[in-house]
């Protein structure tokens, strides 16, 4: 069984321009989350979508969204980038509602903002 | 106070010492009780989940959770350079994950 995909993989931008990350879950997996991790912070929360839904959100800017689509791809957009938002963004998908705590990670997308 | 604590380390051990690795967290809504490791530039990788307090053993891995003193351990027996990576904990409630923030093992040949 395929394991989470990430694309790209490695992302330089500028101030001020805009990003969108892309996952594709494990099959049959229908809960995408995702997570920002930089040194210092750690793994922080994103939002999670199920069924095309945003479930639970994290405590990030607005420039941070999100969708899912009907296949449980997802994406998540940040507008606006700033120099803090270089990090590992990583997806992890889980089988649904309730499953959350068992989650697998795509190998993450690195963005470096200049 | 963070609700998941967790000693960033670094942590240098011989190969073949046991480890010990640690989290505390507040929150005792927590019920779910993971470790993932985290080799360099790759994505966390689920390495032991329990729900329950008590011990938990897979291969050289064990996994200890303390409901009452709200603090999760996991050991690893007979160490390899292979286990040279970034451990986290993570505590979950229903629909709700929190991370620490990593300890970086290096085990030394």
């Known amino acids: 069984k395929a394991g989470v995909t990430q694309t790209p993989r490695y992302l330089i931008k500028t101030r001020g321009q805009q990003v969108t990350l892309s996952c594709s879950p494990i099959s049959g997996h229908r809960s995408v989350s995702w997570y920002q991790q930089t040194p210092g912070q750690g793994l922080q929360f994103l939002f999670e979508y199920f069924s095309e839904t945003q479930r639970n959100k994290g405590n990030f800017p607005g420039r941070f969204s999100g969708r899912q689509f009907s296949n449980s791809r997802s994406e998540m957009n940040v507008s606006t980038l700033e120099l803090g938002d270089s990090a590992l963004y990583l997806c992890a998908s889980s089988l649904g509602s309730g499953t959350i705590n068992e989650q697998f990670f795509g190998p993450g997308t690195r963005l470096t903002v200049l | 106070q963070k609700e998941v604590e967790q000693d960033p380390g670094p942590l240098s051990v011989p190969e073949g010492a046991i480890v010990s690795l640690n989290c505390t967290y507040s929150?005792?809504?927590?019920?779910?009780f993971m470790w993932y490791r985290q080799y360099s530039r790759k994505g966390p990788e689920l390495l032991m989940y329990?729900?329950?307090?008590g011990n938990k053993e897979d291969g050289r891995f064990t996994a200890q959770v303390d409901k009452s003193s709200k603090y999760i351990s996991l050991f690893i027996r007979d160490s390899q350079p292979s286990d040279s990576a970034t451990y986290l904990c993570?505590?979950?409630?229903?629909?709700?994950?929190?991370f620490g923030t990593g300890t970086k093992l290096q085990v030394i040949p």
């Open positions: 993570a505590i979950g409630g229903y629909q709700k994950v929190t």
């Open positions: 929150n005792s809504a927590f019920q779910y």
């Open positions: 329990t729900y329950s307090s």
